[in-house]
T-cell receptor, first 113, second 113 residues
Framework: DARVTQTPRHKVTEMGQEVTMRCQPI?????VFWYRQTMMQGLELLAYFRNRAPLDDSGMPKDRFSAEMPDATLATLKIQPSEPRDSAVYFC???????????FGQGTRLTVV | SQQGEEDPQALSIQEGENATMNCSYKTSINNLQWYRQNSGRGLVHLILIRSNEREKHSGRLRVTLDTSKKSSSLLITASRAADTASYFCATDAVYGANSKLTFGKGITLSVRP
């Protein structure tokens, strides 16, 4: 059945290391979102793409975060270097555009020690 | 930044009672959506109401939208213990030629058996 797949599901890394999170959107979906969820801030929109083009990444710390869509079946979110404050659950979601729902993956739980 | 704010932050009710959750937002929207999140899982879409709609039903869910007050409510009737989860409103806000989907911090609903 169609679903958004995120890998890895869990990641523990040391401060300063590079972290790459991957997302496979649902086939045929042209919109991809990256969100970060923490207890304090809730769900923050980090970046989103339409037809692989970045439309908005204003929610993302530019100095260490980067988001890309190398092709229509893969979206990546990188943190370099990682910091303890980056510890959170990162969600990818995909959809088919305006006035439609977003389908979420199960998330990547990142812990930076 | 969050566009929607849910109210209350937490709600505890007895099985069989109705649960009402509210959401307020700040800017013009294309639609407003409600999502549910079970602990440790991704978000699941419940219902979408467009800016030109005032009320929508789906099973035990009833959503209203008042664009003049920039507010929405989600009513779950005849609640069940399985409805225990966090509920989020999300606004698909007008953003130039595009739109962006941003979430509130959520409401924790506990339904006591």
């Amino acid at each position: 059945d169609a679903r958004v797949t995120q890998t890895p599901r869990h990641k523990v890394t040391e401060m300063g290391q590079e972290v790459t999170m991957r997302c496979q959107p649902i086939l045929g979906h042209n919109t991809v979102f990256w969100y970060r969820q923490t207890m304090m801030q809730g769900l923050e929109l980090l970046a989103y793409f339409r037809n692989r083009a970045p439309l908005d990444d204003s929610g993302m710390p530019k100095d260490r975060f980067s988001a890309e869509m190398p092709d229509a079946t893969l979206a990546t979110l990188k943190i370099q270097p990682s910091e303890p404050r980056d510890s959170a659950v990162y969600f990818c979601a995909s959809g088919t555009g305006r006035n439609t729902e977003a389908f979420f993956g199960q998330g990547t739980r990142l812990t930076v020690v | 930044s969050q566009q929607g704010e849910e109210d209350p932050q937490a709600l505890s009710i007895q099985e069989g009672e109705n649960a009402t959750m509210n959401c307020s937002y700040k800017t013009s929207i294309n639609n407003l959506q409600w999502y549910r999140q079970n602990s440790g899982r991704g978000l699941v879409h419940l219902i979408l109401i467009r800016s030109n709609e005032r009320e929508k039903h789906s099973g035990r869910l009833r959503v209203t939208l008042d664009t003049s007050k920039k507010s929405s409510s989600l009513l779950i009737t005849a609640s069940r213990a399985a409805d225990t989860a966090s509920y989020f409103c999300a606004t698909d806000a007008v953003y130039g030629a595009n739109s962006k989907l941003t979430f509130g911090k959520g409401i924790t609903l506990s339904v006591r058996p």
